[in-house]
C-alpha cells in the first residue's frame, strides 16, 4: 500500500505557509508551518487537549527557502505509522511514532539525510 493522504489543508498567507494531514486513524497530523522565517514540521496527538498536542517537531528550515504552499506536501505511510513531509517532491522529514524522527534542515540542492529503509515507506506512485 502506498502513501495515504487524508485530512489535507494547506495555508498560505502573505510568506507564512501552513499544511497538515491527518492521521488514517484519525488520532494523529503532521503540521508543516513556516512563518517567512523559520519552519517546523510537528507531529500531533489530536485526542490530547489543545496546547499539549505536540508530540514532537523537526526544524525545517531557519533561514529563507523561498517556499510557497503548492512545494510543501505531507504523506502518511501505507500502514499510518509514519508522517512525511515532503518538498518539491523530496522526502525531507519524517517521524515514524512518536519517538523516530529523521531529515529536516531544508537547504537547496542539498539531499536530506533520511535512510533508505525509511525513505521506502513513502514511495510515490
Known amino acids: 500500500m502506498g502513501p495515504i493522504i487524508l485530512g489535507f489543508l ?6 507564512d505557509i501552513f499544511v497538515s494531514a491527518v492521521s488514517p486513524s484519525g488520532k494523529l497530523a503532521g503540521v508543516f508551518e513556516y512563518d517567512g522565517d523559520v519552519g517546523y514540521f510537528y507531529l500531533l496527538n489530536l485526542e490530547r487537549p489543545k496546547g499539549q498536542q505536540i508530540m514532537n517537531s523537526i526544524i525545517i528550515a531557519s533561514e529563507n ?24 517532491d523530496c522526502l525531507w522529514a ?32
Open 94 to 125: 519524517v517521524f515514524i511514532g512518536q519517538d523516530k524522527k529523521y531529515g529536516g534542515n531544508y537547504e537547496t540542492g542539498r539531499l536530506p539525510d533520511i535512510p533508505k529503509a525509511v525513505s521506502s515507506l513513502f514511495v510515490r506512485a
Open 65 to 88: 527557502p523561498e517556499l510557497i504552499a503548492s512545494d510543501v506536501d505531507i504523506s502518511w505511510s501505507g500502514d499510518g505509522t509514519g508522517a512525511g513531509l515532503f518538498i518539491r
Open 10 to 15: 494547506v495555508i498560505e498567507m502573505n510568506d
